[in-house]
């Protein structure tokens, strides 16, 4: 592995400052574990968070077991966060990153997702939704990202669980994979150059800027709606798009 995390050898998470239960070692065989649980236990005890590790890394901690790498994957859909090189450029095809964990999967109850996986159609209700657009970035399915040439961006479905007044919620939204993985952590503005943007922006700007902080997320605008569309169609009825936006009021 490139990175191996400081803490590896540890049988305890900490989450927001509070130490939890300690986990079970990824490696003990005295307690029957499915493979999605051994494999998230040994992102944390052998990779640890923010580190980058290899597929051939995670075929041999776990030699002869078949779809390790799609056990791994199930683990997105629990909220833990693995990056690709088409997330974050700084990776190779063959590498990932461990960007953050998620659920306890290891706990009783916490292997099986309470919301279960989302069908195909429910997948494309919420893209639909959120317009084919990043609700975090606003980027395009597709796009390059505006500070790269190379690095296009692919869509997927976010799970944001909350609890209020101690009833669990989960709600789903499009993410581009880059801010899926946190990637984008690494490319943000810092503070004081964010804050020098703030104040050219016009009022109109800010009003947006506004409304999506209190939201959370960015909403599209009319014309970002328009576009998200015009993407999808074929030349020609791009053509009709256009001359529709070119045609005098």
Known sequence: ?????????SNAASRGGNVVAPAPQWDDRSVK???MVRV????LQEVGEGNVFTKADLRNAFPGVEQVD????????????????????SLT???????????NVWEAGKARPSDGTLTSKSRKAIFERDHYLCVSCGVGGGETYADTSYDTAQLGI???????????RVSYFTECGRCRAG??????????EALRIVERLSGDQRSLLSSWIRRGQRSAT????????YRRLSDADRKAIADAVDAPR
Do not use: K
């Open 1 to 9: 592995m490139r990175h191996h995390a400081s803490s590896g050898s």
């Open 33 to 35: 574990r499915g493979t």
């Open 40 to 43: 998230a236990l040994w992102l």
């Open 70 to 89: 799609r056990r791994m994957r199930d683990l997105r859909v629990r909220g833990w966060r693995i990056g690709t090189n088409t997330d974050d450029a």
């Open 93 to 103: 095809p063959n590498e990932l990153r461990f960007a953050q964990a998620g659920d």
């Open 158 to 168: 976010s799970v944001r669980r909350e609890e209020t007044g101690g009833v669990p």
């Open 183 to 192: 990637g984008n952590a690494t490319r943000a503005l810092e503070l004081e």
């Open 222 to 229: 009319s014309a970002d709606q328009v576009w998200a569309i």
